[in-house]
């Protein structure tokens, strides 16, 4: 027994500890190793008399919400309670864990309290089991404090957001489920024509990810799409995009925009596409400084039949995410997914390609993919406006379909599965590389999705040569629609004062502007525009004999008569164009009789249209009523 204690005390005792013990000449070290030698005994004793420690078994247990649905949750035998909630909150994504707790049994007998000193085993919690989670009631009380809720779920600071959503700096979840702890390999896009060759004979569809609730879906594994519908986008000349970022100049607000062109081949990609930008059209909608809320749209139909006569089709959206910061730079906002879109961009996206599908004969139904571009203008790493443009996977598009995918405010460069009561989701798992080890691994999702498996890119570029389908203007441009808070309203007066700019032999160039067309086409309020159709036929050809001829018709006439009636420059100047709802202060144009925001009628004095059914024009009140019947147009 001494021979092995000695053998384990010359183990522990590293070699200047032994000269200590056995060659020291002062007495107050041969005592200091004594004691040394013998506390190793009595620990050798004591750790041979312990029993060997059992590993921790690992298992599954089920939580069932009656809000939210069931989740299995992965557990080990000797897990904290902590550790466990934090599980749990990830998987279900609970923004306040002080809302919820998870009970043993379904009538809520005992309460699973989270802490760091207790364990699963503690509670009998085992593999297999049946967990409750329920929303604590008022009289329990304050059950978990400030200080676990923040462990739980801690917050900080984070300004990198998506502009659709308003998202605060929440991370959720322990390290090891942390999507960041992954990367992706850089994948070389094939044109989708290529991957039709590739896979000729097969059948294409989208997958499925609802299923029955009893039913057992195989796995799925989300992965970066290799082809892409679309290879590059590009804007005719910088003036398109200079006038939309104008709007972000002239207020801070960001900006929606949806853009009309054409596809052609890619020069640069055998067999790929490009989508070519002509115009953007800019939608009814309330911006700020870092959201935009889209508002009805009443002209989206009539522009899009304009646009069709001009030989445009849509292409894609647009949308700014810019912050200002000092020396005329912009904030690098999207630092840690610049590359990316937001888990709520990548719905947009999703939702705008689903609803223009592409035909393909070796689809299921007939349909799959799409052609639909998103952009995004933003701040890069060196703080200049930046371009990037993706396309939403056929992945993303087969589970916005199927209604399993939503946004968190935690991380905008994550999205999450939602949960159902009466349908069931199939396990979800990508491969990714480990920042740690370099090995590709078999990650489960664990409802969280890096965005980055979810969006496909798409080069953004602009031409060697610009080029123009509406003529450059060397004057003042008409106003872009619908931009009302940058003070740019679309009126009579503006528009004598933008023709008056031309001559007679100038008029095609003119009327060649796509946003005084569509305020032409609609200031009649007809419903039938077939009288534009010379009109935009002369546009579209650029035929100035054409463009006469219907100059002399009636309805440009008409609109003549109306400039015509007119007050004086300096009247009109003196007089205002937008009136101030007096319940939420929102700007309105002076055509409008109730807020566009609240619907408040228009104060007393302010400048009001008229309506009536017998006048489908109808004109500011001090500048007179003018009719229009239906005779007077035929």
């Known amino acids: 027994m001494l021979r ?6 010359d183990h522990m005792m590293d070699a200047g500890d032994r000269r200590e013990a056995h060659g020291g000449n002062d007495t107050s070290d041969i005592f200091a190793s004594s004691r040394s030698r013998t506390r190793l005994i009595k620990g050798y004793q004591k750790r041979k008399d312990k029993k060997p420690i059992r590993k921790s078994r690992v298992g599954t247990v089920r939580v069932q919400s009656h809000e939210h649905g069931t989740r299995r949750i992965e557990i080990q035998e000797q897990m904290t309670t902590i550790k466990f909630y934090k599980k749990v909150i990830h998987a279900f994504h609970l923004l306040n864990p002080k809302e919820y707790g998870v009970y043993r049994g379904r009538n809520k007998t005992i309460l699973i309290k989270p802490s760091s000193g207790k364990s699963l085993a503690m509670y009998k919690i085992k593999n297999g089991d049946m967990l409750f989670m329920f929303q604590i009631d008022e009289e329990e009380g304050t059950w978990m404090d400030e200080e676990l809720a923040a462990e739980i779920l801690p917050k900080g600071e984070n300004d990198e957001q998506g502009i659709v959503d308003d998202l605060s700096g929440l991370n959720i979840g322990d390290d090891e489920d942390d999507c960041s702890l992954y990367d992706f390999e850089t994948l070389t896009f094939v044109p989708f024509k290529k991957y039709l060759e590739e896979t000729q004979g097969c059948t294409l569809d989208y997958q499925r ?13 989300i992965s970066q799409q290799r082809y892409r519908h679309v290879d590059s986008i590009m804007f005719e000349n910088p003036i398109i995009v200079e006038r939309f970022i104008n709007f972000w100049r002239k207020t801070g607000f960001q900006r929606v925009g ?8 890619d020069s640069l990609n055998e067999d790929g596409r490009r989508a070519v930008v002509s115009t953007i059209y800019e939608p009814p909608q309330v911006c700020g400084e870092n959201s935009i809320k889209l508002s009805e749209d009443g002209k989206e139909k009539l522009f899009s039949k304009i646009a069709k006569r001009l030989g445009l089709t849509l292409v894609g959206w647009i949308f700014t995410d810019i912050i200002a910061d000092k020396g005329g730079e912009v904030k690098s906002k999207r630092s840690s997914f610049s590359e990316y879109l937001s888990a709520e961009e990548c719905m947009m996206a999703a939702n705008y390609q689903l609803k223009f599908q592409n035909a393909c004969p070796q689809a299921a139904n007939g349909y799959f993919g799409s052609n639909f571009v998103t952009i995004c203008v933003s701040g890069d790493s060196s703080n200049q406006i930046h371009f990037e443009a993706f396309q939403a996977s056929n992945q993303c598009m087969a589970m916005m379909k199927d209604g ?3 946004s968190i405010s935690q991380n905008p460069a994550v999205a999450c599965i939602k949960a159902s009561q009466s349908e069931c989701t199939p396990n979800l798992y990508y491969m990714g590389i480990n920042e740690n080890s370099g090995i590709e691994e078999k990650v489960s999702v664990s409802q969280l999705i890096p965005t980055k498996l979810l969006v496909v890119h798409v080069r953004a570029e602009f031409p060697a ?3 123009y389908t509406f003529p450059l203007l060397d004057r003042k441009p008409f106003p872009i629609e619908n931009r009302i808070q940058s003070g740019d309203a679309q009126t009579l007066e503006v528009l004598s004062n933008y023709l008056s700019q031309f001559s007679i032999e100038e008029c095609l160039q003119a009327m060649s502007d796509v946003h005084l067309l569509l305020y032409i086409a609609a200031l009649n309020e007809i419903q039938d525009q077939n009288y534009l159709k010379d009109l935009l036929t002369a546009v579209k050809n650029q035929d100035e004999e054409g463009l006469k001829l219907w100059m002399n018709s009636l309805e440009w006439q008409y609109i003549l008569d109306l400039l015509s009636n007119l007050p004086s420059t300096s009247d009109a100047e003196s007089q205002p164009r937008v009136w101030i709802c007096n319940r939420c202060k929102n700007t309105n ?14 104060p007393s004095g302010s400048f009001i249209i008229e309506t009536s059914p017998h006048a489908p024009i109808v004109y500011r009140q ?3 009523i003018a009719k229009l019947n239906k005779k007077y147009m035929e």
């Open 404 to 406: 399993v995918l939503s």
């Open 465 to 467: 040569e610009n080029v």
């Open 4 to 9: 092995v204690l000695d053998e384990y005390v």
């Open 209 to 221: 990810f609802r299923f029955p609730a009893n039913s057992n879906p195989p796995d799925v594994i």
């Open 258 to 265: 949806m853009l009309y062109g054409h596809y052609e081949a």
């Open 622 to 624: 001090n500048y007179g």
């Open 589 to 602: 144009d002076y055509s409008f009789n109730k807020c566009e925001n609240c619907y408040e009628s228009a």
